[in-house]
């Protein structure tokens, strides 16, 4: 498994972000799903080594990132896209990639060949020469991605990937992540469940803290039909039955 | 995006591993390509004509004159420091204000590691361009046939100074990284410079030579022409300097997220060897002592440095030669000129001298040199002259009349064996008496002792009088006159008679003529 996490948990003050999570993800695209404020950037920014847990165990890649050797070989094989992308604005869409792939500690001599490449796969070709302050909003997400993807990483966390992506990009976007999910791991954090419903081998949801689901897209369709939950789409009406199932549970047990 | 049927095959990477000095190259590669402190360099260069260049170039052409101005009073340095601090402050808080501190920290790279790329493009620009500015300015003084041998010591310490403020801008901004971090490091560079010069005008020894703009102690009157400049107090500002960069720097290795174990030791064992540098240098600083070219400091002195540097004088006149280092070649003409009246006002006395020659000016810690006799010496005597000491023309507002006074001052001076002193009340008298007979009137006379530092001879009671100038009077104004109102031959006859008496102080006011 390349994600295993036991009863994983992260507080922030007297507020429990994360609260017990326990999950494992192999090779594939894993969705995250849940409202907002469910904890799904928290559990991601665990899993990318930029948060220490609170509580629980966390193994990625089979190592434990709370050593400094093992938490370095992982994030040379991970790629992450913050939900808020931070960037350099005079830097080039180029310059950007290549910064990455060099701070995750590519073979420089690889570097410039797999840049070009990264930049090619999210369609900024003709635009490796722009200043990322010369972008749109969604063109910044795609350099985003592509310094994400420079490392061809075994473990890849997007956080919100789409978010900003026209339809034709989204789609584009969606074969991607198949396309890695062929031998890495994809965890994909979004609140759009069509893009579960088409990419994702597997899903979870979150809620307040808490995994309330696991399963294939298609388990979670099953959880909505005929429960009369709210939803266009099968997969909306799943995701409302499962969210209000464990509301409703946990109103009970309170 | 490209479809998944258009992708190249992908392979894993393997982990990085001989690539690491390369991978940091491309880095700093890139932190050059975007660093800031380029689009200052402009302003600064504008700011270095106009208050390191432009008031330099107004004084004569001599290295230690300039220099002094320039590096001694720490121009060069003030010029740079806020706006180094400033910039450093700016990149270093680069993750924290653009939000990809999550990004950078998720990266296998340590953070420092990438800190320290950040760090040295920013030094990298700053002293290129202090190098290149100071390169200029040497060049301009160069063409324009400055004497004496380059300050490249005192380059090297503001080269130090830089780097120092480049890192400790770059600590600023990356430990509390906010829009405020370059506005607050580049104050408080300013504020740094302005106090280490006033601590310079009140401590002119001990700890506080070790303050980059103190300029005490720096720039004695003939470095570089007589004797080497000494790099004592040089070395141990640029110790003092590199402590604190290294120190500094080191700080960005110590929080949790900088690197692992033994790389956060590695870093707090490089600020303990920043501040023991800087310490040390401080501690070493407090031993200097005043030796004749400048501050010693005894446990890096090299006494080669003490060596006068050898010379083939300049010298003109016929009967009484003048021979001035020829670093002070343009000076001769005008010192052969002022030195003639008086040469023949005293020409046949006993000790007169008969040539002149140019001699190493000691150095005095604090401000002007003044005060500086000359020496009568030797058989035949001779006229030593530390003309380093004295104020040349064009330099601090001296005029060609009051150096010609301020020559034939001290010529009397020394010719009347007052040594460092005022000299006696006859000798005073003596003296004034002479220097009339030489067309330096009495009137203008306590002015001329007042410039070079000597106490006025008009109140003068048998001790030394203040030095702001009064008028031409009193008793030993009086005795000078009924001296001076003597016919030549007569007087000349009775100096000739006393003069021995004269220089050892047996001689009364009352028993002058």
């Given at each position: 498994m390349n994600v295993e996490l036991t009863e994983l948990t992260r507080r922030f003050g007297h507020t429990q972000?994360?609260?017990?999570v326990t999950l494992e993800a192999g090779p594939g695209v894993f969705g995250l799903l849940g409202p907002n404020g469910a904890g799904k950037t928290s559990l991601l920014r665990m899993m990318a080594t930029v948060l220490p847990p609170t509580a629980g165990r966390l193994r990625l890649l089979g190592r434990d990132p709370g050593g400094f050797g093992p938490r370095r070989e992982i994030r040379r094989r991970l790629g992450y896209l913050p939900q808020n992308l931070g960037y350099y604005p005079g830097f080039t869409v180029a310059d950007f990639v290549e910064y990455f792939a060099l701070l995750k500690d590519m073979p420089p001599r690889r570097v410039p060949r797999a840049v070009a490449a990264a930049i090619e796969h999210v369609g900024l070709g003709d635009r490796?020469?722009?200043?990322?302050?010369?972008?749109s909003g969604g063109m910044l997400r795609r350099a985003g991605i592509a310094q994400a993807i420079v490392n061809e990483p075994e473990l890849l966390l997007l956080d919100e990937?789409?978010?900003?992506?026209d339809p034709e990009q989204r789609v584009a976007f969606r074969a991607l992540l198949r396309e890695f999910g062929q031998r890495s791991t994809v965890i994909v954090s979004t609140h759009l469940v069509e893009d579960v419903g088409v990419a994702c081998t597997e899903v979870a949801l979150m809620d307040a803290g808490r995994l309330v689901f696991h399963g294939t897209p298609g388990e979670l369709v099953t959880r909505g039909e005929?429960?009369?939950?709210?939803?266009?789409?099968p997969l909306e009406r799943g995701y409302s039955a499962v969210l209000a199932a464990a509301r409703s549970g946990a109103a009970a047990r309170s | 995006m490209t479809a998944a049927t258009d992708a190249p095959v992908r392979r894993p990477l393997a982990p990085a591993g001989g690539g690491v000095p390369l991978t940091a190259a491309r880095l700093l590669r890139l932190e050059l390509r975007h660093n800031t402190m380029p689009w200052l360099l402009p302003l600064i260069a504008a700011l270095f004509w106009f208050d390191t260049y432009r008031p330099s170039a107004a004084?004569?052409?001599y290295w230690v004159l300039r220099t002094f101005w320039?590096?001694?009073?720490?121009h060069t340095i003030i010029d740079f420091a806020p706006f180094v601090a400033g910039v450093a402050a700016w990149v270093g808080s680069r993750d924290g204000r653009r939000g990809t501190a999550d990004l950078v920290t998720a990266a296998a790279r340590p953070r420092w590691a990438v800190q320290l790329a950040a760090w040295a493009a920013t030094a990298i620009w700053a002293v290129g361009g202090y190098l290149a500015f100071v390169g200029a300015l040497f060049a301009l003084y160069a063409h324009q046939g400055v004497?004496?041998?380059?300050p490249w010591w005192w380059v090297a310490v503001g080269a130090a100074a830089v780097l120092a403020f480049s890192a400790a801008g770059f600590a600023v901004g990356a430990l509390?990284?906010?829009?405020?971090a370059a506005p607050l490091a580049a104050f408080g560079a300013m504020l740094a410079m302005l106090m280490s010069s006033q601590t310079g005008f009140t401590h002119t020894?001990?700890?506080?030579?070790?303050?980059?703009?103190?300029?005490?102690?720096?720039?004695?009157?003939?470095s570089g022409m007589l004797y080497p400049w000494l790099p004592d107090l040089p070395i141990v500002r640029i110790m003092f300097l590199a402590g604190i960069a290294v120190a500094a720097l080191g700080l960005?290795?110590?929080?949790?997220?900088?690197?692992g174990p033994r790389l956060r030791l590695a870093a707090a064992v490089t600020v303990l060897a920043g501040l023991a540098a800087a310490g040390t240098a401080a501690g070493l600083a407090g031993t200097a002592r005043l030796g004749p070219h400048g501050l010693v400091i005894p446990a890096l002195h090299?006494?080669?440095?003490d060596r006068p540097i050898a010379y083939t004088p300049d010298c003109a006149g016929g009967g009484f030669r003048v021979c001035l280092n020829p670093d002070y070649g343009s000076e001769l003409a005008h010192v052969t000129a002022a030195l003639a009246p008086v040469v023949r006002e005293v020409a046949?006395?006993?000790?007169?001298?008969v040539r002149a020659t140019q001699v190493a000016a000691k150095y005095s810690a604090g401000e002007g040199q003044g005060g500086q006799a000359m020496t009568i010496s030797g058989h035949p005597p001779v006229l030593g002259m530390p003309l380093g000491a004295l104020g040349i023309p064009?330099?601090?507002?001296?005029t060609d009349g009051e150096t010609a006074g301020q020559l034939q001052l001290l010529l009397v001076h020394a010719f009347v064996g007052?040594?460092?002193?005022?000299?006696t009340p006859a000798q005073q008298a003596a003296q004034a008496a002479l220097l009339q007979g030489a067309g330096l009137p009495f009137a203008s006379q306590p002015n001329l002792l007042g410039s070079v530092g000597l106490p006025s001879w008009?109140?003068?009671?048998g001790g030394p009088g203040p030095t702001t100038p009064v008028p031409a009077t009193g008793p030993i104004y009086a005795a000078a006159r009924r001296l001076a109102a003597m016919p030549a031959g007569p007087r000349h006859a009775w100096l000739a008679a006393h003069l021995a008496a004269l220089r050892a102080g047996h001689v009364t006011l009352a028993q002058l003529p």
């Amino acid at each position: 498994m390349n994600v295993e996490l036991t009863e994983l948990t992260r507080r922030f003050g007297h507020t429990q972000a994360v609260a017990g999570v326990t999950l494992e993800a192999g090779p594939g695209v894993f969705g995250l799903l849940g409202p907002n404020g469910a904890g799904k950037t928290s559990l991601l920014r665990m899993m990318a080594t930029v948060l220490p847990p609170t509580a629980g165990r966390l193994r990625l890649l089979g190592r434990d990132p709370g050593g400094f050797g093992p938490r370095r070989e992982i994030r040379r094989r991970l790629g992450y896209l913050p939900q808020n992308l931070g960037y350099y604005p005079g830097f080039t869409v180029a310059d950007f990639v290549e910064y990455f792939a060099l701070l995750k500690d590519m073979p420089p001599r690889r570097v410039p060949r797999a840049v070009a490449a990264a930049i090619e796969h999210v369609g900024l070709g003709d635009r490796a020469r722009a200043k990322l302050r010369t972008l749109s909003g969604g063109m910044l997400r795609r350099a985003g991605i592509a310094q994400a993807i420079v490392n061809e990483p075994e473990l890849l966390l997007l956080d919100e990937p789409t978010a900003g992506l026209d339809p034709e990009q989204r789609v584009a976007f969606r074969a991607l992540l198949r396309e890695f999910g062929q031998r890495s791991t994809v965890i994909v954090s979004t609140h759009l469940v069509e893009d579960v419903g088409v990419a994702c081998t597997e899903v979870a949801l979150m809620d307040a803290g808490r995994l309330v689901f696991h399963g294939t897209p298609g388990e979670l369709v099953t959880r909505g039909e005929g429960s009369g939950a709210a939803g266009d789409a099968p997969l909306e009406r799943g995701y409302s039955a499962v969210l209000a199932a464990a509301r409703s549970g946990a109103a009970a047990r309170s | 995006m490209t479809a998944a049927t258009d992708a190249p095959v992908r392979r894993p990477l393997a982990p990085a591993g001989g690539g690491v000095p390369l991978t940091a190259a491309r880095l700093l590669r890139l932190e050059l390509r975007h660093n800031t402190m380029p689009w200052l360099l402009p302003l600064i260069a504008a700011l270095f004509w106009f208050d390191t260049y432009r008031p330099s170039a107004a004084t004569p052409p001599y290295w230690v004159l300039r220099t002094f101005w320039n590096m001694g009073q720490g121009h060069t340095i003030i010029d740079f420091a806020p706006f180094v601090a400033g910039v450093a402050a700016w990149v270093g808080s680069r993750d924290g204000r653009r939000g990809t501190a999550d990004l950078v920290t998720a990266a296998a790279r340590p953070r420092w590691a990438v800190q320290l790329a950040a760090w040295a493009a920013t030094a990298i620009w700053a002293v290129g361009g202090y190098l290149a500015f100071v390169g200029a300015l040497f060049a301009l003084y160069a063409h324009q046939g400055v004497r004496g041998q380059p300050p490249w010591w005192w380059v090297a310490v503001g080269a130090a100074a830089v780097l120092a403020f480049s890192a400790a801008g770059f600590a600023v901004g990356a430990l509390y990284p906010s829009r405020f971090a370059a506005p607050l490091a580049a104050f408080g560079a300013m504020l740094a410079m302005l106090m280490s010069s006033q601590t310079g005008f009140t401590h002119t020894s001990g700890w506080a030579q070790i303050l980059p703009t103190n300029s005490n102690g720096n720039f004695q009157a003939d470095s570089g022409m007589l004797y080497p400049w000494l790099p004592d107090l040089p070395i141990v500002r640029i110790m003092f300097l590199a402590g604190i960069a290294v120190a500094a720097l080191g700080l960005l290795g110590l929080p949790a997220a900088a690197g692992g174990p033994r790389l956060r030791l590695a870093a707090a064992v490089t600020v303990l060897a920043g501040l023991a540098a800087a310490g040390t240098a401080a501690g070493l600083a407090g031993t200097a002592r005043l030796g004749p070219h400048g501050l010693v400091i005894p446990a890096l002195h090299d006494a080669a440095n003490d060596r006068p540097i050898a010379y083939t004088p300049d010298c003109a006149g016929g009967g009484f030669r003048v021979c001035l280092n020829p670093d002070y070649g343009s000076e001769l003409a005008h010192v052969t000129a002022a030195l003639a009246p008086v040469v023949r006002e005293v020409a046949g006395l006993p000790g007169a001298p008969v040539r002149a020659t140019q001699v190493a000016a000691k150095y005095s810690a604090g401000e002007g040199q003044g005060g500086q006799a000359m020496t009568i010496s030797g058989h035949p005597p001779v006229l030593g002259m530390p003309l380093g000491a004295l104020g040349i023309p064009g330099a601090f507002g001296w005029t060609d009349g009051e150096t010609a006074g301020q020559l034939q001052l001290l010529l009397v001076h020394a010719f009347v064996g007052a040594g460092n002193g005022v000299g006696t009340p006859a000798q005073q008298a003596a003296q004034a008496a002479l220097l009339q007979g030489a067309g330096l009137p009495f009137a203008s006379q306590p002015n001329l002792l007042g410039s070079v530092g000597l106490p006025s001879w008009a109140p003068a009671t048998g001790g030394p009088g203040p030095t702001t100038p009064v008028p031409a009077t009193g008793p030993i104004y009086a005795a000078a006159r009924r001296l001076a109102a003597m016919p030549a031959g007569p007087r000349h006859a009775w100096l000739a008679a006393h003069l021995a008496a004269l220089r050892a102080g047996h001689v009364t006011l009352a028993q002058l003529p």
